[in-house]
């Protein structure tokens, strides 16, 4: 918090700072072209050549001021978006608002685990995770959110983001650069979409008369100059208009090859920007220094292809100035010139934009991780094998406060399964979320909410929330037997985490019983490790049968001055006491 503070402070004056100079020149560019107007109207009135170097001199002077104002305008913006980001950060860690887009369209109710865990959604895990603002840095973090990795490529990020979490600055820098672009989806692919149109080359006779012809133009309006000549003057009249009947035939191809969006070179510029800010940057870690390697040239850095391109796509929008088209085109074909180094432009890099901005997004959703490493200093980075050993040491759930979260200890090993149980409201389903939460962020090479941490990263799935036959129109049983049939498939590809939460509730309470036991058994013969939250104390009795590899664990309540009080501390054994009955009299509903 106190480094947010120091920060907001800093950028505010440098804000300021920025927005005064914006004014002034914003001012003094007015007053310039006002003189130039001025001035223009008397040299066309008096003839006078001083008056004619003033009104010239002017007009020099209001493009420097044109210049120097769109780059105090970048700065500007960018000092704007940096002290946004500290305010954000401030009234987040205050608790007052989760100031960043939550991936809502992200959510997948088929998934094994992502919507009964909200990883997607209003204060969902993404929810508070979230630190991009583009459209592949956003697709990125939500990609890993829903795979695990190999434990090596946990590793890497682990570095990673230790690497990157200290470097405070330097990832607001970034996070400003992609929040100007202000990009979306529908622009990414757009771009996207343009990369992979096929795009053929000017033919060689075409190209010597784009060169040709505007040398003969100069040339002849030079000896017209020089010997005033009308003759000369005709001969550049027809090699203008020569011109610009070449212009026009290429027009067509002009506007085909520009990109469909309103301020697709904005965003380009931008992209060029934050790629920028990560080719200039030192790494020392393996994965970023390896995604650095992708978009570095011997030919020159990603950033400045980019740039380029932005500059060419830039200069080909100006053909929809009419005057400024015809004089330009007439005299040198300058839009055909820059179609030219358009079309050479994409031919040799258009392929490479998408992997440009995959790094791109790479960086931004681990610089989203480190962000929440730095937030969660206390949290630690779990060590990792290969032999099914998960142990948690003060384990919490990460998005509850710090003030009101509960942790436990937790050790289990292949074939382990837990049977947990607990009064309503004791804690079963937080802690099952507890579970999953953390074995999900330990699979992406992110920090998890305990105080010591070993794990073997293992896919997660989950039967807590039926949606997806629900919203086909299907019972809420036959949606638990689909998703239960659909957990049951994947155990047969290898051992997997698996969270279970009150099970088969849309049947009868012998059906329930027998088929959540018969459940369990099938589970344990996969070799499955994870737990399943259940009422029936009498599914409790099958760890007596399979004293190897069930273990029961609960949550107690007890009702102290006429209230119910709960711990939320796992312990050994079944649950005792219950609470459904107190609260319905306490209620007056029985």
Partial sequence: MDKYLELKNKLTDSFQQLNTKFKTISLLRLIVFASFLFLGYKSFSTGEYWIIALAFLSFVAFV????????????????????????????????????????????????????????????????????????????????????????AEISENQVAIEELKNKVEWRQDVLAYAKVANDSKKDYDKLIAWTKEETTSISGVLRILFFLIPTLFVISLTIHFFRTDLLFFHIATGFFLFNLLL??????????????????????????????????????????????????????????????LHVLLSNAETIQNGFAAIFFNGSFLYHIHNLVALIKWKQEFAKDIEKWLLVLGSFEALNSLANYAYNNQSFVFPGLNDNYQIKFKSLGHPLINASARVCNDLS??????????????????????TLGVNMVM???????????????????????????????GESYFFAEVKRLKKIMDRLG???????LDEILKGTNSDDKQTGTIEVIKKVISKGTIGCIATHDLEVCQTTDAYPEQLRNKCFEVEIIDNELAFDYTLRNGVCQNKSATFIMKKEAII
């Fill in 64 to 151: 420097v001021l044109m210049r120097i104002h769109k780059k105090v305008s970048r700065k500007r913006k960018i000092a704007e978006a940096l002290v946004l980001i500290n305010e954000q950060e401030i009234s987040y860690l205050n608790g007052t608002a989760i100031p960043f887009e939550n991936g809502e369209e992200f959510i997948d109710y088929t998934h094994f685990y992502t919507y009964d865990l909200d990883v997607f959604g209003n204060h969902s895990l993404f929810h508070h995770l979230n630190r991009t603002a583009t459209f592949p840095g956003k697709q990125k973090l939500s990609s890993m959110l829903q795979h695990l990795l190999t434990n």
């Fill in 247 to 308: 212009a026009g035939m290429q027009m067509k191809r002009i506007k085909n090859v520009l990109i469909d969006s309103d301020h697709i070179t904005t965003i380009i510029r931008q992209y060029s920007a934050v790629i920028d800010k990560i080719e200039s940057q030192k790494f020392t870690s393996t994965k970023l220094q390896s995604l650095q390697q992708e978009i570095n040239y011997t030919t020159g850095s990603a950033s400045k292809k980019l740039k380029s």
């Fill in 442 to 472: 330990a699979g992406i090479g992110a920090p998890v909410c305990a105080s010591e941490a070993m794990v073997h990263p293992l896919p997660v799935l989950m039967s807590m929330r039926q949606m997806d036959s629900l919203n086909d």
């Fill in 493 to 499: 590809k290898g051992v997997c985490f698996v969270l």
């Fill in 412 to 433: 289990l090993q292949k074939n382990n399964f837990i049977i947990l149980t607990g009064s309503n409201m004791s804690g079963k389903s937080t802690f099952l979320r």
